[in-house]
């Protein structure tokens, strides 16, 4: 998700940074500035629904464009991928407690996590607007286009794997059975919400203890998921790593705010 599948000659760029539509020329030389500092049109709400038909051919396509130095991060998250799946039955048995009080605050934790980073975005665009914040109106739009693409992923996926819950025929966690439909379990939509408007509230505000405070509240949301017995690890593992590169991708993709247009 680090580069575009095509760069933008000298004049469409000048265009975008108008906030213009893209020029019909092209260009064959492969253009390797980063992705951050290409130039990108505003981030208005106008603008939003094309940025994110974009954002989606892109995360498709996206894995033609792993490099080696990605290897760095996605050969361990293979590895505790793997390992979650092997230890996925034996936690939601033998380690997570099933009593019905705890699963259920639990629950009521990771649901006002993720509403949480459902309204944040919406309350920040509005404030922003509302005191000529740029930096607040725009992490707003950003993060709200975040989640939205990220629970499309994750129910295009959860109509694709057809997971049992942890709580259905004793924690087998058995993939493709018809019965588990829209409300499979593989991949965790919580975590994907949380983590992709975490990603983008994170980039903007650069402050650790900001970027601390958001990830924390993330990382509640994908363990409270497990601990409400209503994910496996594995479920959360992928579904938060998934919501962090969308999020990290839109951030990088369409950011404005520090920078001079």
Same mark, same amino acid.
């Given at each position: 998700?680090? #580069?575009? $599948?095509?760069?933008?000659? *000298?004049?469409?760029?000048?265009?975008?940074? /108008?906030?213009?539509? $893209?020029?019909?020329?092209?260009?064959?030389?492969?253009?390797?500035?980063?992705?951050?500092?290409?130039?990108?049109?505003?981030?208005?709400?106008?603008?939003?629904?094309?940025?994110?038909?974009?954002?989606?051919?892109?995360?498709?396509?996206?894995?033609?464009?792993?490099?080696?130095?990605?290897?760095?991060?996605?050969?361990?998250?293979?590895?505790?991928?793997?390992?979650?799946?092997?230890?996925?039955?034996?936690?939601?048995?033998?380690?997570?407690?099933?009593?019905?009080?705890?699963?259920?605050?639990?629950?009521?934790?990771?649901?006002?996590?993720?509403?949480?980073?459902?309204?944040?975005? *919406?309350?920040?665009?509005?404030?922003?607007?509302?005191?000529?914040? #740029?930096? *607040? %109106?725009?992490?707003?739009?950003?993060?709200?286009?975040?989640?939205? #693409?990220?629970?499309?992923?994750? &129910?295009?996926?959860?109509?694709?794997?057809?997971?049992?819950? $942890?709580?259905?025929?004793?924690?087998?966690?058995?993939?493709?059975?018809?019965?588990?439909?829209?409300?499979?379990?593989?991949?965790?939509?919580?975590?994907?919400?949380?983590?992709?408007?975490?990603?983008?509230?994170?980039? &903007?505000?650069?402050?650790?203890?900001?970027?601390?405070?958001?990830?924390?509240?993330?990382? *509640?949301?994908?363990?409270?998921?497990?601990?409400?017995? /209503?994910?496996?690890?594995?479920?959360?593992?992928?579904?938060?790593?998934?919501?962090?590169?969308?999020?990290?991708?839109?951030?990088?993709?369409?950011?404005?705010?520090?920078?001079? %247009?």
């Amino acid at each position: 998700m680090d #580069e575009l $599948p095509d760069a933008p000659s *000298a004049a469409r760029a000048a265009e975008h940074q /108008q906030g213009g539509a $893209p020029s019909s020329v092209s260009t064959s030389a492969k253009d390797d500035t980063p992705l951050q500092d290409q130039p990108h049109s505003p981030v208005t709400l106008r603008n939003t629904p094309r940025h994110m038909l974009a954002d989606a051919a892109h995360i498709v396509v996206s894995p033609i464009y792993i490099r080696t130095r990605d290897l760095a991060y996605l050969l361990p998250l293979a590895g505790a991928t793997a390992a979650a799946f092997a230890t996925d039955t034996h936690t939601m048995r033998d380690v997570v407690s099933h009593d019905t009080s705890f699963n259920q605050t639990a629950i009521n934790v990771s649901d006002a996590g993720r509403d949480g980073f459902i309204a944040a975005p *919406a309350a920040m665009f509005l404030w922003g607007t509302a005191v000529h914040n #740029e930096k *607040a %109106r725009e992490t707003g739009i950003l993060a709200s286009q975040a989640w939205i #693409e990220a629970y499309v992923a994750d &129910e295009i996926v959860k109509l694709s794997s057809f997971r049992e819950r $942890p709580l259905t025929d004793n924690a087998r966690g058995n993939f493709y059975i018809g019965s588990s439909g829209a409300d499979s379990s593989f991949i965790s939509g919580h975590s994907m919400v949380a983590w992709s408007s975490a990603a983008v509230i994170a980039g &903007e505000y650069h402050n650790p203890w900001a970027q601390l405070g958001v990830y924390t509240a993330a990382s *509640a949301v994908s363990m409270t998921r497990v601990l409400g017995q /209503q994910h496996f690890p594995s479920d959360v593992l992928i579904g938060s790593a998934a919501g962090w590169l969308i999020g990290h991708y839109v951030y990088r993709a369409h950011h404005h705010a520090d920078k001079v %247009r």
